[in-house]
């Protein structure tokens, strides 16, 4: 259990650096939404998440999300949510290649997705929200109202926004998710969350989980989103919210979770020689065990995105050596130059900028030292 106890804080200590600037909003501002509103700005960044898939993050936001801002500014305005996106489509038509490419002017940006079955996730969403004054925060704020009082509110909210734009078409057409979203559909709407709730971890839903925690954590998103509505405390607790389960989540669970949860006695299995479990469902059980256990951490299984940034930092380059979670070595870069500097070791592990907390700091404590094997990193 001391192990898991390591664990849990260095994550939560990476995780708190990454939310302290997320300069990722910053880098887009340049190119994102101009002269929405804020609850527009909200829709674009949804719409923009539709399309985070197989592709480079920062092709989808510094390219994707300036083409949908203008769109979202023209569905404001009242546009056909229809044909909205046939409107942009690079001419001359037909025939139509197999993804059609966006196009804007002022500024000249162009944009492909990954998927032409993303469209029909973006249509879906549009026209879906025509009945919730064409916005994706009035559309939250109606759920969060209607369930406030449940204790599982914010999955709720998340069932909610998986039907408005993720349900599968074959089971949710459009008419039929306006359908089951209505407040007189409760006990449907209930049954269904009871089964999509034991779903939540094994099929990922990358997207959702991603652009729903930024809506919470960001603060810019949030300052964005509670222009309509605050959060409430509870019922809406951040461990709730689930890992995305991005490409770079499974690689850090594969070197590092699976054999810390073995060791610590957690089932990596769905059951007695099958399968491992996917890094969604692992964070959720190590998140359970630690909950039951009472240990003095903030940890919830969100919080292990900061993999994203890790992993691809450090796991693909195999830098064991310096690892916090490995050999340590990285506190050779710490040079403790005190609260005015920017912290060397979380900048190459993960790009964040953060200044020196020397009295917390899990680098020079060595808590996390040890925890992974991989690559015999604590020789």
């Known amino acids: 259990m001391q192990e898991l106890e390591r664990f849990a804080r ?16 910053e880098g887009w501002r340049e190119q994102g939404p101009k002269n929405l509103t804020s609850a527009q700005k909200v829709l674009a960044h949804w719409v923009t998440y539709i399309t985070d898939m197989r592709m480079r993050a920062r092709t989808v936001w510094t390219k994707g999300l300036p083409v949908f801002a203008k769109i979202v500014g023209d569905y404001g305005g009242g546009a056909n949510p229809s044909t909205l996106l046939s409107d942009y489509y690079r001419k001359p038509l037909p025939p139509l290649p197999k993804v059609p490419t966006l196009v804007i002017t002022s500024p000249q940006l162009e944009f492909t997705p990954r998927y032409k079955w993303q469209y029909n996730q973006i249509d879906r969403t549009l026209e879906v929200l025509v009945d919730y004054n064409r916005s994706l925060v ?60 034991n779903t939540t971890t094994s099929r990922g839903q990358k997207r959702l989980w991603a652009a729903l925690r930024d809506y919470l954590k960001h603060r810019e998103l949030r300052k964005c989103v509670e222009e309509t509505f605050a959060w409430p405390l509870q019922n809406f ?25 073995e060791r610590t006695g957690i089932q990596t299995r769905k059951a007695k020689g099958e399968r491992l479990v996917n890094s969604p469902t692992l964070a959720r059980r190590i998140y359970d065990v630690i909950k039951a256990t009472d240990l003095s951490t903030a940890f919830y299984p969100e919080q292990l995105d900061v993999s994203f940034d890790f992993a691809s930092r450090m796991c693909d380059k195999d830098l064991c050596d ?18 005015a500097k920017l912290c060397p070791v979380l900048l190459i592990m993960t790009g964040y900028k953060r200044t020196c907390e020397e009295q917390e700091c899990p680098v020079i404590k060595g808590t996390g030292t040890g925890l992974c094997k991989s690559g015999d990193a604590t020789r």
């Not at 406030?148 to 089971?171: Q, S, W």
């Not at 919210?241 to 979770?257: A, Y």
């Not at 310096?322 to 870069?333: L, M, R, S, T």
Request: charged content about 25%; overall charge negative.
């Open 138 to 197: 009035e559309f939250m704020k109606t759920f969060v109202e209607r369930y406030g009082n449940a204790p599982k509110a914010l999955k709720r909210l998340a069932h909610a926004l998986y039907i408005l734009t993720y349900a599968n078409p074959k089971d949710y057409p459009r008419e039929d998710a306006k359908h089951i979203l209505s407040p007189n559909n409760k006990e449907k709407l209930d049954a269904d969350f009871q089964r999509w709730e």
């Open 237 to 261: 607790e951040l461990s709730q919210l689930e890992l995305p389960g991005d490409i770079w989540n499974d690689v850090f669970t594969s070197r590092l979770l699976y054999p810390l949860a």
């Open 10 to 25: 260095t994550i939560s200590w990476l995780d708190e650096a990454r939310w302290v600037t997320a300069e990722w909003w």
């Open 322 to 339: 310096i690892c916090i979670f490995g050999a340590n070595k990285a506190v050779d870069f710490c040079a403790r130059p005190g609260p």
